[in-house]
């Protein structure tokens, strides 16, 4: 009998690899320029891993109030947003970010008491057709395995082991 080859299916070695995978899957499946895994940490949202990892550095810090993802979890704005200067809320925010942002899907990561971890999102210099709305469905069953990958309670990422 012949040894059974999953190597493709093999479980990630930790958090951060299955994060990564994760937003490399969601870049090559929906497009936009870049995909982000955030984390709120009082009144910042501070970037934890993006894809590509050069289009915004680990560490890099957002005022949680002036984001588009703020305006997702309150839910005043949209988890998709094809076009955001069609969007009001996220309109009014264009001003104060110098990069264009012109497409927007953003879901929050929740922990398993039910607290706002971060988000998952990703963005487009150019506005998306409609049709990029039926992702979204991805993007938030996404959003809620990498959830179910947190630690009870986490006031951080999990630890690699």
Do not use: K, N
């Not at 704005?77 to 899907?105: D, F, K, M, N």
């Amino acid at each position: 009998m012949r040894p059974l080859v999953v190597d493709d299916l093999a479980p990630f070695d930790d958090w951060a690899a299955a994060v990564q995978a994760s937003l490399t899957h969601l870049h090559r499946t929906i497009g936009l320029d870049v995909w982000m895994l955030t984390e709120v940490t009082g009144a910042e949202q501070v970037v934890l891993h993006a894809h590509p990892r050069e289009a915004v550095p680990a560490g890099t810090a957002f005022p949680w109030e002036q984001t588009f993802c703020r305006q997702m979890v309150s839910g005043t704005g949209p988890r998709v947003a094809t076009v955001t200067a069609a969007v009001p809320v996220y309109s009014q925010l264009l001003a104060g970010h110098p990069e264009r942002i012109a497409a927007y899907v953003g879901v929050p990561l929740v922990t398993r008491s039910g607290e706002l971890f971060g988000t998952l999102c990703g963005f487009s210099a150019r506005a998306q057709p409609r049709s990029m709305a039926r992702f979204l469905p991805t993007v938030e069953h996404t959003a809620r395995l990498l959830s179910t990958l947190l630690p009870p309670d986490s006031s951080g990422p999990p630890v690699s082991g």
